[in-house]
């Protein structure tokens, strides 16, 4: 099988590795799991990062993984006045257990709110979910997210903490088509849930006037965590929508999949016509996604 197996992990790249560790073990609940370290060979060339002094520091939540990079010459800073609409956009949804208490803890640490207010109900239209987004130092999107009932309540119930992991990571996408072949095609995701979200509730949410954002969750063989595709309708699409970063580059953030067979993975990439890149001994490869997101894949 030439697709994915489950995503095993998240990559960010960030200016410093000490504030960022501070950050997500605060005000979020983040454990270390190594001391910095070098990246490996593999990935490091996968990436395109050889020849440059690249570091990085894994961190759990739960049983998810982030893996927080560092390079030397940076890449391009985050942008300045991003918007939830920016194809760039990748946010981290950590369930929590209590909204109010997540959201005291998170005032430890000094965040940049995308959310106007305070965390939002939305409609059970939406999902009923009480959420609240904001940014890391280096720019980067989360999301606090309470489960109310159903199937994603109980998914997390027996997760200890307030803070209970990383349940999925939601992308913003430009071409929502060509997304889905590549995602649906290439990387053999299932589409597991579909909504239209709209409202004040939302339009508070995301920090947007008036938005409409398709909704949709995907889900690899192993469907936890699983990736979520934010299309928004309206408002208009991004000025940045050819904007595309590199790993060096702050903006970065990576899903990290698992593969059985990368040959087959790598050939079903080439015949989809993107540009990939892997190591020397095949262990890794990377690939920049139909709306600029990065893939960093790995061999199980």
Not at 137 to 148: K, T, W, Y
Request: glycine share 10%; charged share 20%.
């Amino acid at each position: 099988m030439s697709g994915v197996r489950a995503i095993v992990g998240f990559g960010r790249t960030v200016a410093d590795l000490a504030v960022t560790e501070a950050f997500y073990r605060d005000g979020l609940g983040f454990e270390r799991i190594a001391p910095p370290e070098p990246v490996p060979t593999a990935q490091a060339e996968a990436m395109g990062l050889t020849g440059l002094q690249a570091r990085q520091l894994r961190l759990r939540l739960g049983g998810q993984m982030v893996t927080f990079l560092t390079v030397e010459p940076p890449g391009a800073a985050y942008p300045v006045d991003p918007a939830a609409t920016d194809p760039f956009f990748q946010h981290l949804a950590i369930p929590v257990r209590d909204i109010d208490a997540a959201m005291a803890q998170l005032g430890r640490v000094e965040t940049t709110p995308i959310s106007q207010g305070r965390a939002q109900v939305l409609p059970a239209s939406s999902g009923g979910v009480t959420a609240y987004k904001f940014r890391d130092p280096d720019g980067h999107p989360l999301e606090l997210i309470f489960f109310p009932d159903g199937e994603p309540a109980a998914r997390w119930r027996a997760a200890p903490g307030l803070f209970l992991g990383i349940d999925h990571s939601a992308i913003t996408v430009a071409d929502l088509n060509r997304t889905l072949s590549f995602l649906t095609g290439a990387l053999n995701l299932h589409v597991a849930q579909t909504g239209l979200n709209r409202g004040p509730e939302q339009a508070r949410l995301d920090g947007l006037d008036d938005p409409v954002v398709d909704v949709m969750a995907l889900t690899p063989p192993a469907p936890a965590p699983h990736m979520e595709l934010l299309h928004y309708r309206q408002p208009a699409g991004s000025k940045r929508s050819n904007t595309v970063f590199g790993a060096a580059d702050r903006a970065s953030t990576r899903f990290v999949f698992s593969v059985a067979d990368m040959d087959g993975l790598l050939e079903v990439l080439r015949v989809a016509g993107f540009a990939r890149r892997s190591s020397v001994d095949g262990e890794a490869a990377y690939c920049v996604g139909p709306n600029g997101h990065g893939f960093l894949f790995v061999k199980a």
